[in-house]
């Protein structure tokens, strides 16, 4: 059975069943019926997109199509779609617009969810976790909003990657409230830096572009009775700094984490305070979060390995 006999098939049989359905179907045998479309195979085929028209496209969209999610969904297929027509034009943005506002909950950032929707639309799922990584990196340490067309704010760094951890900060820094004209255009602005790095991501992991040099940055001095430590987990490094008094444990600071924020922040409060008290790192792990419980434990260990005996 061809494609032109199921596509026939297809319109008979949303006509209704039965003798009426049936004598329609009998006046149409001259009819043509277009073939249905090839289905593409995944992963879907990635072309680079100019990265400022996707900027000031997806600002734009943020607005129309509900916001974070639907934005970065636009900024990438609907731009595809543009250039290339089939299959990019048959995705709506606005399947992601339940994903605003941390999908309603403050929970993962709407263009996060928007901009992984597009990494696992063009990568196999192994390589859109590596690229979703790099995103969220990215993400976790970067100023919002540099994009600032409308309103001039002060930016700021999201340390996480949830609506609740961005957008907080960003309006307790400009005394912001929710409905204000200047926080949605930062989220409008973060929407199209999120397409714009996912672009870039993208582009590198298909050879279109290559990696920007990585700059290490200068490691800060420490004090005499200041120790760095760290330790590894599934999702990355944990890395802490440990301030001594004399043989006393005076200090423990989270200096970075790829830890799931949320789940790790109860064990980012309890785990240092009952290493202070009981001057060990042999305490009790948080239940729920004894992967990063013990990550703490271990890079503050590493930290006093390193304490001259």
């Not at 179907?25 to 996707?54: C, G, N, R």
């Not at 929970?107 to 790099?134: Q, S, W, Y």
């Not at 600032?148 to 990657?161: D, K, L, W």
Request: aromatic content about 8%; charged content about 25%.
């Amino acid at each position: 059975m061809n494609n032109q006999e199921i596509t026939r098939r297809s319109f008979i049989r949303n006509l209704g069943f039965g003798a009426a359905g049936a004598a329609l179907a009998s006046t149409l045998p001259a009819m043509s019926f277009a073939e249905t479309p090839d289905v593409p195979e995944y992963p879907w085929t990635w072309h680079p997109i100019d990265k400022q028209k996707a900027l000031e496209y997806t600002y734009k969209r943020w607005y129309e199509v509900g916001g974070c999610g639907g934005g970065a969904v636009a900024g990438i297929i609907e731009l595809l779609a543009e250039e290339y027509g089939y299959p990019y034009n048959v995705i709506p943005a606005k399947m992601m617009a339940l994903a605003a506002g941390g999908f309603g909950c403050q929970e993962l950032c709407g263009a996060l969810a928007g901009a992984c929707a597009m990494i696992g639309l063009f990568c196999e799922p192994k390589d859109a976790n590596t690229v979703r990584n790099a995103l969220f990196d990215w993400y976790r340490k970067e100023p919002f909003p540099t994009y600032q067309p409308e309103y001039s704010a002060v930016t700021t760094v999201a340390e996480g990657i949830t609506c609740r951890e961005s957008v907080n900060k960003f309006m307790k820094a400009n005394n912001l409230e929710m409905g204000d004209a200047p926080r949605k255009a930062r989220c409008a602005a973060l929407t199209g830096e999120v397409v714009v790095k996912t672009i870039e991501l993208l582009n590198v992991h298909f050879g279109y572009e290559e990696a920007a040099p990585v700059v290490e940055e200068p490691a800060a001095e420490l004090a005499a009775n200041e120790y760095i430590g760290t330790s590894q987990t599934e999702r990355g490094e944990l890395k802490v700094k440990v301030t001594m008094d004399g043989d006393k444990i005076a200090k423990i600071e989270i200096l970075d984490s790829s830890e799931t924020p949320g789940i790790r922040d109860s064990a980012f409060d309890a785990v240092p305070k009952a290493i202070l008290e009981k001057q060990s790192t042999q305490v009790d792990a948080v239940a729920g979060a004894t992967q990063s419980s013990n990550a703490i434990m271990q890079a503050v260990e590493d930290a006093l390995s390193q304490i001259k005996k």
